[in-house]
């Protein structure tokens, strides 16, 4: 158990238990997150966005935004949710990992309860102690909070209570709902994205909830599959505007534009990709894995691929001291692979040890450019191209391609004000901040530089 998991209860405790600023309830904040959504696109003439430029015209915005390591969906979500890196929070994957002992590789459970996996306390956590209302569509990390009142999940559950309503009201149907469970015969993203956001557009004209989480995910997925600035790009990030517009048109529809602020960002940007580096067939190759065709039959350790970042795993720890030299120097080597990181050093990456989570790895490995890590181990080869993948991240937040987009619009956010950049640790305390509540000591500040004066 890590320490900051040990940590929760007591920080959730005094959370609940210490006097907040007076929250301001009759305040709205929409969170938006376009999935891998590039700083450097959205200003770029050829790609029509006219409900975000309105939006940053009348509000704020940044030249770009830094991410989070690593630079994946799930945890640099929960960055911007709890204004602290991963190393306090804890959320490394696009789930939670688990050890499964020697021998076996770890593996990746996605639904485990929030409790499991976030180890910081969340805006909509503090915004629920201080009697607001929240609501979330496709947000991650999420399953079973008990702080978020009205739920649309990325998975929706068909015994929901909004989902239910919404059957009733004739904007879903049951076979929508079955079509979005796992082995569901599960539709388009984009199919998908156009529910999340009937979903979204239901909570607020409904519940009007004070804080909405609210996610779209088929960028990310046209990006992979094509690349950032490709045509089918393009049209991904024109939808998700799109969408957008839909929202915005909501909350006109509801009387509560003059109340609401719109935060609009990302979770992390792109780099092309051309070409699969294989950790696990070096693994192989080195004797360290056995393989029968795809499937892993025993190995002494193992790499958890996440696009432009991978940890390696030592399954038994008994010969940690034995195998950690070892593994630096055989990937120190390796094809595509261009820097490797003992874990002990997380802290300078933002991320937590291995002591204090047992979801970091031994090793942090980093790709050469133009290459993407592939969890595969099949054959015995241990680079080659990257078919039918296009793009990918992961990479560190150093890079500026990694940078993310940023626009606040509404209610208490200044008229035409541009900054230079923002970090996505930033987010929670401004939403904080416009909210009226108080998130304690975090990473992150209140944007005051956008934010207009408190009456």
Not at 53 to 59: F, T
Not at 85 to 107: C, D, E, I, S, Y
Not at 200 to 221: E, F, R, S
Not at 398 to 420: C, H, K, Q, W, Y
Request: aromatic share 8%; proline share 7%.
């Amino acid at each position: 158990m890590s320490v900051m998991r040990a940590l929760l209860p007591l920080l959730v405790a005094c959370l609940v238990a210490s006097p907040l600023c007076a929250a301001h309830k009759d305040r709205h904040v929409i969170l938006v997150t376009i999935d891998g959504f590039p700083a450097r696109l959205w200003r770029d003439p050829m790609l029509p966005l006219p409900v975000l430029r309105q939006l940053a015209a009348a509000g704020a915005s940044a030249d770009a935004m830094t991410v989070s390591n690593p630079s994946i969906t799930w945890p640099t979500h929960t960055t911007l949710v709890t204004g602290v890196t991963p190393q306090k929070h804890g959320v490394l994957f696009n789930g939670l990992l688990v050890r499964q002992g020697a021998g076996k590789p770890p593996k990746v459970e996605p639904w485990v309860d929030k409790s499991r996996l976030v180890f910081f306390p969340t805006i909509y956590d503090r915004a629920h102690a201080a009697g607001l209302t929240t609501a979330e569509s496709d947000w991650v990390a999420v399953t079973r909070t008990g702080t978020i009142t009205w739920s649309f999940g990325e998975v929706p559950n068909p015994e929901g209570p909004v989902e239910k309503e919404m059957v009733a009201a004739g904007l879903l149907t049951a076979e929508d709902l079955r079509a979005m469970q796992p082995g569901g015969g599960r539709k388009t993203t984009l199919w998908r994205d156009n529910i999340w956001t009937r979903a979204a557009i239901y909570m607020l004209k409904q519940h009007k909830p004070n804080l909405l989480l609210y996610h779209t995910l088929n960028t990310d997925g046209i990006h992979h599959r094509y690349g950032p600035e490709t045509d089918p790009g393009y049209t991904a990030l024109a939808y998700a505007d799109r969408l957008l517009g839909d929202l915005v048109r909501a909350v006109d529809e509801s009387g509560l534009r003059a109340r609401t602020t719109f935060i609009i960002t990302t979770d992390h940007g792109f780099k092309k990709v051309t070409q699969f580096a294989y950790p696990n067939v070096v693994l192989k190759q080195a004797g360290l894995v056995k393989a029968a065709g795809p499937t892993v039959t025993q190995c002494d350790a193992y790499t958890m691929t996440q696009g432009g970042i991978a940890f390696v795993y030592i399954l038994d720890p008994a010969r940690k001291a034995e195998l950690l030299p070892r593994l630096k120097t055989l990937f120190a080597g390796a094809p595509g692979v261009e820097r490797v990181i003992d874990a002990a050093e997380a802290h300078t990456l933002g991320m937590p040890t291995p002591a204090e989570n047992q979801g970091m790895g031994e090793l942090i490995l980093y790709p050469k450019a133009g290459y993407s890590f592939s969890s595969a181990v099949t054959g015995e080869v241990a680079s080659g191209p990257s078919v039918n993948y296009g793009g990918s991240h992961g990479y560190p937040n150093t890079d500026n391609e990694l940078d993310g987009l940023f626009v606040a619009s509404g209610a208490g956010i200044r008229p035409g004000t541009r900054v230079e950049r923002v970090r996505n640790i930033d987010v929670a305390p401004t939403i904080a901040r416009l909210l009226g509540l108080d998130l304690g000591p975090v990473d992150g500040r209140a944007l005051e530089e956008i934010l207009e004066p408190a009456r």
